[in-house]
């Protein structure tokens, strides 16, 4: 099964929302869709940014990429309910390294 990246920077939280709500939303929302391999927070230049890496089914190689795509929207829209987002990153894992889609 290919395995995929996403990487969501988050610029702030919306009121009423606990730091941990962003990432158990994330892992929630693209668990309905994927297996969630890991899933971890790092911040780059000071920015938190979520990194979840996850399984899709294989296909064909565009179905898989178009996949990824669509589910990484959907958990950022469903981390938009807790957060406010920057930019969205997808990468899949080609021969050993992470190259975008």
Known sequence: MPSF??????????PGNPPEA???????????RHH???HQLQLAGGVPLLNLRFLVDATEYNGENR???ESAAM?????ENVALTG????????RGRWSPV
């Open 5 to 14: 990246q996403t990487r969501l920077k988050i610029t702030g939280l919306r």
């Open 87 to 94: 930019s969205l990153t997808v990468l899949r894992r080609n």
């Open 75 to 79: 958990m950022r829209d469903a981390v």
């Open 22 to 32: 962003v990432m158990d939303t994330a892992v929630e929302a693209l668990g309905t």
């Open 67 to 69: 996949q990824a795509l």
């Open 36 to 38: 969630v391999e890991a």
